[in-house]
């Protein structure tokens, strides 16, 4: 190692990455007693002010009832019950909670969550380091790995441990170092620009999500008094492109509500419509979590909700490797992750392809415009087809 002074130091988990997946991990380590120490890139004001997702699903707020977070996540995040779909400006909706018995979600935005769950660790003498430059896993594949980076100061640290949580998003190190052979590789894409803006406009009533021939658009709370928005574009759309009176004008138009007021837009920015999977999850001492393994189209809203059940199979998986020496749900920790990621990529590839192609015939055509009306239709007609919806909703 090169750097000013060198500093060697040893723990059970090195996690990296401090988002929605490495922040939930590191929690659930604390509460099983495992120790770790997370390794974050950016600072502590960017991670707490990165707003993304929205909805944390039923199985996402049970993963910390169960760890006994709850009170540290859910309180006082509103139960998410009821969904609106607008279908050519007619009102249809669709209540969760009734048709799963019960099993709704909570609207918690990203930033409240990861804020919460930051405190927590920190608060619960958690290690979390942020401005960690080139944190570098070494040694995954054998039996001692260590991961150096340094730190804001210039130092160099290299931390010894038995395992290493990749939780550093699609673009990090952890998956990057892995051997190309090691990795399966599985990609799509939508073919389907996005435009989304968060502003401060008062929410919905309801997540909304409107199916036109002028395109699809969805509204979503975040928090009383900000929403995000979400505008079907052309998939090279520029900003340019989309300025804001544009973007109001085609949000009244596709939700059919010519009395939706605008307001300041506090970020615009284009979502990539596609999904990518690689498996398996793990190579050897380093396992791969949340967004690091795999990505999703914000559709159905799974994104946080796959990096938290990922954690708390993983949080699962180590407390028995290092409490009890059983190294077998680790073993199983990759099939068992990858069987829910690919029940998630079917829901948002159906819901995906049904919301849009029942509105914008340009995109498929008219005859499969007329099946997706239909699949759309049947939500409203057959209890099955809406508790199958709801099933998937709610986390599976
Ligand atoms: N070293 C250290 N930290 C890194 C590095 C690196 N080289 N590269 C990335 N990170 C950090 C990022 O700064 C970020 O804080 O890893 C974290 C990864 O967080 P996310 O990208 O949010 O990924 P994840 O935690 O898996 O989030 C899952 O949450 O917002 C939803 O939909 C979103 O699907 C996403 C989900």
């Not at 401005?131 to 210039?154: L, M």
Request: charged share 25%; proline share 6%; with cysteine.
């Amino acid at each position: 190692m090169s750097g000013k002074t060198s500093r060697r130091e040893s723990t059970e988990v090195v996690v990296i990455g401090a988002g929605p997946a490495g922040l939930t991990l590191a929690n659930l380590l604390r509460q099983a007693g495992v120790e770790c120490v997370v390794l974050e890139r950016q600072s502590r004001p960017y991670v707490e002010q990165r707003q993304r997702a929205g909805i944390l699903d039923h199985h996402g707020a049970r993963v910390f009832e169960e760890w006994g977070l709850a009170d540290t996540v859910l309180a006082g995040m509103p139960q998410e019950t009821r969904f609106e779909f607008r279908v050519d400006g007619e009102q249809r909706f669709l209540d969760v909670s009734a048709i799963t018995e019960g099993r709704s979600g909570r609207l918690v935005p990203q930033q409240v969550l990861v804020g919460r769950l930051l405190a927590r660790l920190l608060e619960s003498g958690g290690d979390l380091r942020f401005e960690a430059a080139e944190v570098t896993p070494h040694g995954v594949g054998g039996a001692a790995p260590t991961v150096t980076y340094r730190d804001a100061e210039g130092r160099t640290h290299e931390i010894a441990c038995s395992y290493v949580a990749g939780c550093d998003g699609h673009h990090g190190v952890s998956r990057a170092g892995v051997p190309a052979h090691a990795l399966t590789t599985y990609s799509h894409d939508y073919g389907i620009g996005w435009l989304t803006v968060l502003a401060d406009v008062p929410p919905p009533g309801f997540p909304l999500m409107a199916i036109t021939a002028h395109g699809f658009a969805a509204h979503f709370p975040r928090g009383p008094r900000a929403s995000r928005f979400y505008l079907q574009c052309a998939p090279d759309a520029t900003a340019a492109d989309w300025p804001d009176e544009r973007i109001w004008a085609q949000l009244r138009l596709r939700l059919a509500d010519k009395d939706l007021p605008d307001g300041p837009i506090g970020e615009k920015a284009f979502v990539e419509m596609r999904s990518h999977v690689v498996d398996p999850m793990r190579y050897g001492r380093l396992f791969l979590v949340g967004d690091a393994a795999h990505i999703i189209t914000p559709m159905g809203g799974k994104g946080m909700n796959l990096a938290v059940a990922d954690a708390d199979v993983l949080a699962r998986a180590l407390r028995a490797a290092v409490r009890e020496g059983d190294e077998e749900p680790l073993a199983a920790y990759s099939a068992t992750c990858l069987e829910r990621v690919w029940q998630h990529q079917e829901f948002s590839r159906w819901m995906t392809e049904m919301t849009h192609e029942a509105g914008d015939e340009s995109l498929a055509g008219p005859f499969r415009r007329r099946l997706a009306r239909a699949r759309l239709d049947r939500l409203f007609t057959s209890g099955p087809a809406a508790r199958a919806f709801g099933d998937m909703m709610a986390g599976g």
